[in-house]
């Protein structure tokens, strides 16, 4: 859902699902959008694996997936 959260946004704030998304290609399209190449992603993080989870996270796999360390 975070993905979407300035979509989300910029709907409830316009009323329109599309202008965002007009707006975001405007704003690459202009010329000024320039992407930081060596910006820093962190590390693959797999949300989907339990296990993964349970390991990275311990506290909150433990409220939302039932699971225990």
Known sequence: M???????????????A????EAQARFVDSGAYQP????????????DDDKHM???LPRL???FLGTRR
Do not use: I, K, Q, W
Not at 18 to 21: G, Q, S, V
Not at 36 to 47: P, S, V, W
């Open 61 to 63: 796999a433990a409220m």
């Open 36 to 47: 930081d190449e060596e910006a820093d992603l962190g590390e693959a993080f797999d949300f």
């Open 18 to 21: 599309d202008a965002f998304h």
């Open 54 to 56: 349970s390991r990275r």
């Open 2 to 16: 975070l993905n979407y959260a300035a979509s989300v946004a910029f709907e409830r704030a316009t009323g329109d």
